[in-house]
Every structure is written in structure tokens, then in C-alpha cells.
């Protein structure tokens, strides 16, 4: 073989090799970049994964963040309302004005007295329902009394205003004959603004009954107790007896006969059995309990009384007596009424055969 042809094939094998070795290279190589791309895909992987946990936790974050926000306004909307609640319950507990009806059935009075109505009016402390107390007065207006009976604070002595006592008064005469008691906080005030009050009702045509006696017709009489008698301003106090004495002198002193039906006007309900010469009383003073319990109706504490008293409201009968309390309408040192609206009492006298 020629030196030539040796070469040649020597070149040949070398370009073979060199051949194989460079295809086992690319090979080589392309296994890595596979195994590169690989990788970088795994980690793509990952990453996508990550990033899902990642946006799930802050959309987990994001959706308890608005549960919680969600959550703080429903309550705070609540409180709201609760509060709305209370507020519109307070204004209507002292300012809607209830008119309770009572029928007393009696003997004493003719056929043709029978439906005879009074209407009660107790505790206004200047207390103004509208303007010039319209709302009280068209109350009063719609019961259709015979007469009116004012037993009592019809002014205030925290806040004393004469003049809307006497327009009130003036406004309720205007109705029917009005009669009128004093109560504690009348003689609460300063002498001069007593004296005012005293010519200011008598001018708007209120009889004022101090310790005093009318007869109404041959059938009735009204008797009005001064507070003075109860509590003992300048006099003797009522545990003494004061007020069953008082009543029994004025009517002797009227000749009254034992048939007839006789009428009581005083502010205070605790001293009720001192009351029985009495067919009928009215009495005022405790504010209904000036919060009255739901449920048991009951109220929570009234002056002279204390805790859980036993005459705040409504009918009472001892013997052959028959006491209604009026709830009142104002307010004094307690200025807020709860579950215990004011009230006006009205009471129908019915004619009763034996």
C-alpha cells in the first residue's frame, strides 16, 4: 500500500473519530440543555406553586380582612340601631299621652247623671305637649268631661314657670269647670311666684280648692284637700290624722248627706285609708313608679314610698272607697319616664240600681 493511501486513511479514521467524539459532545450537550431546560422548568413549577400559595393566602387574607370589616360595621350598625331604639322609646314614653278609662258604677247618682265624666289631670311640672300644650288640651277636648280635676305639681319648683301653669290651666278651664289641688312642689316655690300662681288660676276661672267643699248638683260634691294638710307645711303632719279629720269637718260643716256622693281631690296616694270618708279620690304624687317593670307592671320608686311601691297607678279600693292615681304627666327630679307613659285618667260615673 502506498505511503499515499496510508494517509488517507489515516485521515479518515481521525475524521471518524473526531466525528464520533464531537456527535458524543452534542449528544452531551444536549442532555445537559435538556436537563437545564428541566430544571428551569421545575423551578417555573415552583414558582408558579409558590405564587399560587402566595395570592391563595392573600385572597385568604384579603377575604378574612373584609369579613372583619364586614363583621365591625354589622356591629356598629347595631349599636346604632339599639341606640336609635332607646332614644325613640324615651321620646315617646314622655311624650305620648295615654288617656285611661275607668267606669265607676254607683247608687248615689240620678238616671240622668249617668255617664258623667271627670278627666284627671296630675304632675304636669310645666311640662308643654306643643305649643300652649295643644296636644294635652285636644286630649282633654276628645274625653268630653264634665268636669276637670288638677290634683296637684302643676308647676315645678326645679324649673318653675308660671305662666305656662296658668295657660294651661286657663286652656283646660275653657273645656269644663276645672277644680284644683295643690301638691308639694307648689309649696316648693318662693311666696312671691305662689301668690302669682294662686291669682293667675283664679283668674283663668279654676276653683281652688284649699281645704274647701262645693257641691256640684243635688247628687255630688267635690272635696279638695290642701297639701298642707299631708306633708305639714305650718300645720300638723298627717301622721297625726290631719287629712280624715279635715275631711270630716268640712263635711259636717256643709250639712252633706251620708247619700250623696262625695268627691276627693288630694296629691298623695299613700295615706289612701285616711281617705274613706270618701267615695271617690284622685290622687297623683308617684309618677306611676317613674319606671315601671314589663311584665309585672309595677313600679321601680316613688316619693314617700320608696322602692316598689304600692299606689303609683290605676284603681285601688278599700272599704267602700275607690282611689284612682294618675301616672301623671311631667317629670322633676328623675326627667326621664321609662316604659310608663303620661297619662290623663278618665273616669265615667254609671247610675246603679240595688
Avoid at 360595621?73 to 278609662?101: H, M, P, Q, R, S
Avoid at 284649699?210 to 284637700?225: P, T, Y
Wanted: aromatic fraction near 8%; hydrophobic fraction near 35%; include cysteine.
Amino acid at each position: 500500500m502506498s505511503k499515499k493511501n496510508m494517509n488517507r486513511k489515516k485521515n479518515q479514521a481521525k475524521n471518524s473519530a473526531n466525528t464520533k467524539s464531537a456527535s458524543s459532545q452534542d449528544k452531551k450537550n444536549d442532555k445537559e440543555i435538556h436537563m437545564d431546560n428541566k430544571v428551569d422548568d421545575d423551578l417555573k413549577d415552583n414558582n408558579k406553586v409558590m405564587n399560587n400559595a402566595g395570592n391563595k393566602k392573600k385572597r385568604i387574607e384579603t377575604d378574612n380582612s373584609k369579613i372583619k370589616e364586614y363583621s365591625l360595621i354589622k356591629k356598629i350598625a347595631i349599636v346604632w340601631i339599639v341606640i336609635g331604639i332607646i332614644i325613640i322609646l324615651l321620646y315617646v314614653g314622655n311624650n305620648k299621652i295615654d288617656v285611661t278609662e275607668h267606669v265607676y258604677k254607683t247608687d248615689k247618682i240620678s238616671k240622668k247623671l249617668d255617664g258623667f265624666t271627670i278627666v284627671q289631670i296630675s304632675d304636669l311640672h310645666n311640662k308643654e305637649f306643643g305649643k300652649n300644650n295643644r296636644k294635652l288640651i285636644a286630649k282633654v277636648r276628645e274625653a268630653r268631661p264634665d268636669i276637670i280635676v288638677i290634683t296637684g305639681d302643676i308647676i315645678d319648683f326645679n324649673k318653675t314657670n308660671v305662666d305656662i301653669a296658668v295657660n294651661t290651666a286657663k286652656r283646660l278651664s275653657d273645656i269644663a269647670v276645672t277644680y284644683y289641688v295643690t301638691g308639694n312642689h307648689e309649696y316648693g316655690i318662693n311666696a312671691n311666684s305662689l301668690d302669682k300662681l294662686m291669682k293667675g288660676l283664679e283668674n283663668a276661672g279654676v276653683i281652688i280648692m284649699q281645704n274647701r267643699l262645693e257641691i256640684i248638683n243635688d247628687n255630688m260634691c267635690v272635696i279638695g284637700l290642701d297639701e298642707r294638710e299631708i306633708i305639714g307645711y305650718g300645720g300638723e303632719a298627717y301622721s297625726k290624722g290631719t287629712p280624715k279629720r279635715t275631711i270630716e269637718s268640712l263635711i259636717e260643716a256643709a250639712d252633706v248627706e251620708k247619700d250623696k256622693l262625695k268627691i276627693l281631690l288630694s296629691h298623695e296616694p299613700q295615706i289612701y285609708k285616711k281617705y274613706e270618708l270618701c267615695d271617690i279620690v284622685f290622687t297623683g304624687h308617684a309618677h306611676g313608679g317613674q319606671f315601671r317593670i314589663p311584665f309585672v307592671n309595677k313600679g321601680f320608686v316613688a316619693p314617700d314610698q320608696g322602692f316598689f311601691p304600692k299606689y303609683t297607678e290605676g284603681r285601688h279600693d278599700y272599704k267602700g272607697s275607690t282611689m284612682y292615681i294618675s301616672r301623671g304627666l311631667g317629670n322633676s327630679i328623675i326627667p326621664q319616664r321609662i316604659f310608663n307613659n303620661p297619662e290623663i285618667v278618665k273616669v265615667e260615673i254609671n247610675y246603679k240600681k240595688d
